[in-house]
């Protein structure tokens, strides 16, 4: 039946299929679950408060140790490592890109992002996973 051809479904086409699905879930996990939680975190620090830079410049330092030990809580991912970043600024209509670099392996590298804005503020904070080996 095979007349010569090469089979292409072979056990390490599964494994390299496996491992994609794994990490395709692992990613999608991470980004909802992650957006969701960190969402809910800003709005909880944030709701109510006014902008003022020195409060503000706390805040995003604790928003950030809080978002990442949160993180650690909600998702296992031993191999690891996380960057959690919280920018707070005032809010006077203006648009905003928030931007960042590094190196970055599209493979197994994620991140999430969740915003916050009320009449005085936003805050956008996101998340890098980065896979150490």
Do not use: H
Request: net charge neutral; with cysteine; glycine share 6%.
């Amino acid at each position: 039946m095979n007349s010569g051809k090469t089979e292409w479904l072979n056990t390490e086409t599964v494994t390299l299929v496996s491992s994609a699905i794994a990490y395709f879930v692992e990613t999608f996990a991470f980004k909802c679950s992650v957006c969701v939680d960190v969402g809910s975190l800003l709005e909880s620090y944030l709701d109510g408060e006014l902008y003022e830079a020195r409060k503000c410049s706390k805040i995003a330092r604790t928003l950030s140790d809080v978002v990442k030990t949160r993180v650690k809580q909600l998702l296992f991912l031993p191999r690891y490592k996380l960057v959690a970043s919280v920018m707070i600024g005032q809010d006077g209509g203006q648009s905003i890109s928030v931007a960042s670099r590094s190196l970055w392996n599209a493979v197994t590298d994620t991140f999430s992002s969740a915003s916050y804005r009320n009449g005085s503020l936003f805050a956008v904070a996101t998340v890098f996973a980065v896979y150490f080996e």
